[in-house]
């Protein structure tokens, strides 16, 4: 279903993040049928990205990327 939705958005590589019960981290979820489950994102930490800080603050926060 993500990766259904990210295409009408013409976004690749898409990754959903599950919070451990602490929330303390964010875990990629693990799509099925994925042909290398080894290359998924690693956990992240909720206070060390701007995706953890906008999980915690329930807000969107812009953070520009290189490319």
């Not at 930490?45 to 520009?64: D, K, M, Q, V």
């Amino acid at each position: 279903m993500l990766a259904e939705h990210a295409a009408a958005l013409d976004v690749h590589d898409a990754v959903a993040y599950l919070v451990d019960l602490k929330q303390t981290v964010l875990t990629p979820v693990l799509v099925q049928g994925d042909p290398d489950p080894d290359r998924r994102p690693p956990s992240i930490g909720i206070e060390e990205t701007a995706a953890g800080r906008s999980f915690r603050r329930l807000e969107i926060i812009r953070e520009s990327a290189a490319g």
